[in-house]
């Protein structure tokens, strides 16, 4: 399994950007598709973003589409989710995950992912 470790998290204002960033460890990284969850206090973590092992798929959860960005660098073992546009509503713990064998476009469901980071906390203030 890959180690992951999500970084970039904060305490911003609605309206502000925010970048997280997501290192993994190994040499295959290229081989796993990646995903960016959410859990909000009280409620179950969900799906935010993903993208396909070389980048060229990527998909969003609706409330996201147009103000979140993910992208990865394969070469520096590193996925990103640039946040712009930020509210009050996405505050919470995010966190990366790393698929094995993902399906063509990449999962939105957890279960689909076996390798979890420890997470970052987002909060956005109105």
């Known amino acids: 399994q890959v180690q992951l470790v999500e970084s970039g998290g904060g305490l911003v204002q609605a309206g502000a950007s925010l970048r997280l960033s997501c290192a993994a460890s190994?040499?295959?990284?290229?081989?796993?598709?990646m995903g960016w969850f959410r859990q909000a206090p009280g409620k179950e973590r969900e799906f935010v973003a993903a993208?396909?092992?070389?980048?060229?798929?990527?998909r969003y959860t609706d409330s996201v589409k147009g103000r979140f960005t993910i992208s990865r660098d394969n070469a520096k073992n590193t996925v990103y989710l640039q946040m712009s546009s930020l509210k009050p509503e996405d505050t919470a713990v995010y966190y990366c995950?790393?698929?094995?064998?993902?399906?063509?476009?990449?999962?939105?469901?957890?279960?689909?992912?076996?390798?979890w980071g420890l997470g970052t906390q987002v909060t956005v203030s109105s």
């Open positions: 995950a790393a698929d094995r064998d993902p399906p063509f476009p990449p999962a939105s469901r957890p279960s689909f992912y076996e390798s």
């Open positions: 190994g040499r295959t990284f290229s081989s796993y598709a």
């Open positions: 993208i396909s092992r070389a980048g060229g798929s990527t």
